[in-house]
């Protein structure tokens, strides 16, 4: 029946395709989610894609119109700005927190960095930079504020994938860029007091905003 429950694993699978979709830019933003569409490409019924739709939506990815149809979500220059402000609210305040563990173990933050040299493509590194950024707001031992952040990742994983594709397509250096700021960011974990490396977490997500420069949503591809 239409009204029952959807089984888990199909809204997760049709969650899970949406999302890649989504993120990976094969769905432009605006692009309408017509639940009867989706469901005859996936090969499931309305109802798990309905499920998956408002996951989507809690996690940033899609919107719903007034009338209730879903689109990709279109992001804005404002909307930039209060994701970038949250980050340097946020992770700022763990690196200063997580610095003394993750002087004496980085090797979770290591590993991390050289599944980036290995990524094949600028998804990976995409996801792969989230992570980094994760482990150390997971290092910083406060549950609150990793909760906080991670409430955020949708948003960021869909705005920071069209930043680096943009970026990839102007210079070719994504990865190595990533890399090389990765691990200046180990070293100074290692070899800094926690007031610096709050500092130089700081200027890594500045930076971040000045080399992945955005004049309008539809400057990303």
Known sequence: MSGSPASPSLADS?????RDEIVRGKMAPGTLLAEAAVAARLGVSRVPVRE???TLEREGLVEFSP???AFVRKLTPAD???LFALRLALEPLAAGLAAPFLSRDPSALERNVEATVRAQSVHEVTTLDLEFH???LAASGNGRVLKLWRSLRGELDLWLSRLHRRHQNRTRATLDQTVQA???LIHAFQTQPPAACVRLLRQHIQGWRE???LSGEESVP
């Open 14 to 18: 049709a969650t899970s395709v949406l």
């Open 52 to 54: 998956a739709l408002f």
């Open 67 to 69: 009338t209730g149809r």
């Open 80 to 82: 930039f700005e209060e």
């Open 134 to 136: 994760e482990l150390i």
């Open 182 to 184: 990765h691990r200046f």
């Open 211 to 213: 080399w992945l420069p």
